[in-house]
């Protein structure tokens, strides 16, 4: 089976993650988006995306293409319907496209912009969907996302037996990965799951509430306090005080210090001390910078913290108030809270004046804080990254400041 997952316009709404990115591989609960489709249908999947992002994730076409909306993840009754398609149907949603199955020239022909059969649809109207269409929900779904996930990945499986020295409740809720090491620590799974993955260690001290997935080769630091609904990808360092937060791989918050109801990118770093508000002090709407409307927007939610796009760092003690987008590549720090939205490749604080962070500058810091994990910038990551440097010049107020 060859899926292809397709961004739509939801993908404008969920910058600054998907600049560097396709939608579907966004992580969410355990598994990223793909990796959820590759598992559900022992799948072939690849992506349509920018044109920037193509040559990095390109897409795969073979005789039967399973085009699929890369915003909807993988459940029981979707799935049951987009194995019933046959050749020149389509799957939708209150007009919008979630799924359809076309041969390799009606592919070929959409590509290029050219005309294919008219698709039949099929309206699928009140089948249950799990869909993300705004920043938020990827924390507000991350609970049901892990217990979703936890369940694919450990059906008809032995974990390793916990260690005696770890006091448990919910035993039956935990599953431990082959190479995983756990110190004298506490953890409740009765409310969900807890997935430590391959080679992942939880030093002395942490209190972990379920649900809760540590990925491969991440580490949570002595007396982490880590609430339900977080989820770390592969090769995190997580230490203080976290909840309902999802970080997608290769990110640090190894010290002290509050993080709540927040997605973090990968290779960021926040320093010792940072926080976050994920409370408005009046108790009111949390609004959150949306891209696709140039404008902070409702999010519908009374709690709501930080977003951070790839490659950005925070110095000691930085505050990050409720509600708070980062791009992409940004370097923040100084005392006082951060604004609420800062665009990507932004360098400074609140008490200093914001600048540009020189994408020269960004790519020789990348490569040091990648080679530490014996990994590399790509030539393809940087011209991701030079792109993503262009095309969010719009946002950096203080270059069109110096124009004028």
Known sequence: M???????????KLLPLTYTRPVGMLRLGIMTIQEKWERYFSADVSFITQDYLSDKYPIQIKEKNYVVNASILPTFHICKLIEQLQENEALLKDGDLIAALLNEQQFDNLIQNEDINELE??????????????????????????????DQLTKNRETLPLPSFVQAIGRENIFIEEGAELSISMINATDGPVYIG???????????????????????????????????????????????????????????????????????????????????????????????????????????GLIMGDHSKAGINTMFNTGTVVGVACNVYGAGYQKNFLPSFTWGGPDTTYKTHRIDKVIETSNLVMHRRGLGLSEDDQKILKHIF???SEYRSWERQRST
Not at 124 to 146: E, K, V, W
């Open 121 to 150: 649809g099929f309206e699928i109207g009140d089948t249950p969907l799990m869909r993300i269409t705004q920043l938020s929900d990827l924390f507000s779904l991350n609970a049901d996302a892990i217990k979703h996930d936890f």
């Open 198 to 304: 391959k080679n992942a260690k939880i030093l002395e001290g942490c209190l972990i509430r379920g649900p809760f997935a540590l990925g491969d080769h991440s580490v949570l630091k002595m007396g982490a306090k880590i609430y339900g609904g977080s989820s770390f990808g592969p090769h995190c360092k997580v230490g203080g005080e976290v909840s309902n937060v999802l970080m997608q791989g290769y990110s640090n918050k190894g010290h002290d210090g509050y993080l709540g109801n927040s997605v973090i990118g990968e290779w960021c770093n926040l320093g010792a001390a940072t926080n976050n508000s994920n409370l408005k002090n009046n108790y009111s709407e949390v609004k959150l910078w949306d891209y696709a409307a140039s404008s902070f927007a409702k999010t519908g939610l009374q709690f709501c």
């Open 2 to 12: 060859n899926i292809i997952l397709f961004d739509d316009d939801t993908r404008e």
């Open 390 to 392: 262009d095309i969010s």
